[in-house]
């Protein structure tokens, strides 16, 4: 049974909702937030295509900023939500949210949709299920037994999302925490197009027992 009120939902001007290029973007919403021991808040936009949904996360204020740090999020419900051991998204996030607030600003790009990258949230979980059934400690392996690219993430939607804020907020230069050679390739050909400044800083991710097989196998495609 169709809800009316749902369905007839944004059919209302609100002045918190702006369609800009593709994106319905709602927002924003402040929450406050601890990672660590350090509280602070974000002030967070949804940003939704015909496919895919994004969440952008400002912290502080990047109104005219020097260098606003960036971090690009892939979704992962074993790290963020089940909080596993056997990946580093979870920790990365964090180091990224502690580097902004030390900063003072901040930008973090949250992928709603590019679990596993972008292989979708049932793959995702395929991937962890059959890899462990059949003992296999490399994702590569388990995604060409599987019949699967290594990546199926685009990045033009988040490029758009940086283009949006930068027009918004007049900043001209950003510092990109990522060690992935696509990402790295992607964002220094297109942030020309726009006259923004780009540099990348690399994590200071701890190899454990339970993390060792997902770091080394991204030194070997490439990660810095």
Same mark, same amino acid.
């Given at each position: ?72 999020? =892939? ?9 596993? $051991? *056997?990946?580093? !998204? +979870? /920790? %990365?996030?964090?180091? =990224? ?9 901040? $930008? *973090?790009?949250? !992928? +709603? /949709? %590019? ?110």
């Amino acid at each position: 049974m169709t809800d009316i009120g749902l369905q007839n939902l944004f059919s209302s001007d609100y002045s918190t909702v702006e369609y800009a290029e593709n994106f319905k973007i709602i927002g924003p919403v402040t929450l406050p937030i601890k990672v660590k021991d350090k509280k602070s808040t974000m002030k967070v936009h949804l940003f939704s295509t015909k496919s895919e949904n994004y969440l952008a996360c400002v912290i502080g204020d990047i109104n005219g900023s020097e260098k606003v740090p960036v971090r690009i999020s =892939s979704a992962c419900v074993f790290g963020f939500i089940l909080k596993s $051991l *056997l990946c580093d !998204c +979870l /920790d %990365q996030y964090e180091e =990224s949210i502690q580097f902004m607030l030390s900063a003072g600003s901040g $930008l *973090l790009i949250y !992928c +709603l /949709d %590019q679990h596993g990258k972008g292989i979708g949230l049932e793959a995702h979980f395929l991937v962890y299920a059959e890899g462990q059934r059949q003992k296999k400690g490399l994702f590569s392996e388990i995604y060409k037994g599987l019949g699967l690219k290594a990546d199926y993430r685009s990045y033009e939607d988040v490029f758009n999302i940086i283009k949006y804020f930068k027009t918004e907020k007049a900043f001209h230069k950003i510092s990109m925490l990522t060690e992935s050679p696509d990402k790295i390739q992607f964002f220094l050909k297109k942030c020309v197009s726009i006259n923004l400044d780009i540099e990348f800083k690399n994590f200071t991710t701890i190899e454990t027992v339970e993390n060792s097989s997902e770091l080394t196998e991204k030194i070997e495609m490439g990660y810095t």
